[in-house]
């Protein structure tokens, strides 16, 4: 089993930043990648970014030169750095783990971009 918290969304200004974090515990040398993905009102969940455990990364291209992903392997914690924030990234954004066979979800955390 792996758990997983979301933190830091809120509300920011066209044009701002904000920084969520999740952090994972549990069986964590299961996990082969990490990603964030994003629910709107009305859409489906999409993917923002994933980091597997090589390091390498990917991003929707909506989001790329403005998202970055980057993990903490000593904390235990994925990070999403998001810059030039726009009303369209507001969302439901849900941090995700992936194992062996297995798919874990965080509770989710609430970004709302205003204009």
């Known amino acids: 089993q792996v758990q997983l918290v979301e933190s830091g969304g809120g509300l920011v200004q066209a044009g701002g930043s904000l920084r969520l974090s999740c952090a994972a515990s549990g069986s964590i040398s299961s996990i082969i990648g990490m990603g964030w993905y994003r629910q709107a009102p009305g859409k489906q969940r999409e993917l923002v970014a994933l980091i597997r455990n090589s390091g390498s990364t990917n991003y929707r291209d909506s989001v790329k030169g403005r998202f970055t992903i980057s993990r903490d392997n000593a904390k235990n914690t994925v990070y999403l750095q998001m810059n030039s924030l726009n009303p369209e990234d507001t969302a439901v954004y849900y941090c995700?783990?992936?194992?062996?066979?297995?798919?874990?979800w965080g509770q989710g955390t609430q970004v709302t971009v205003s204009s």
């Open positions: 995700n783990a992936n194992t062996l066979g297995q798919i874990y």
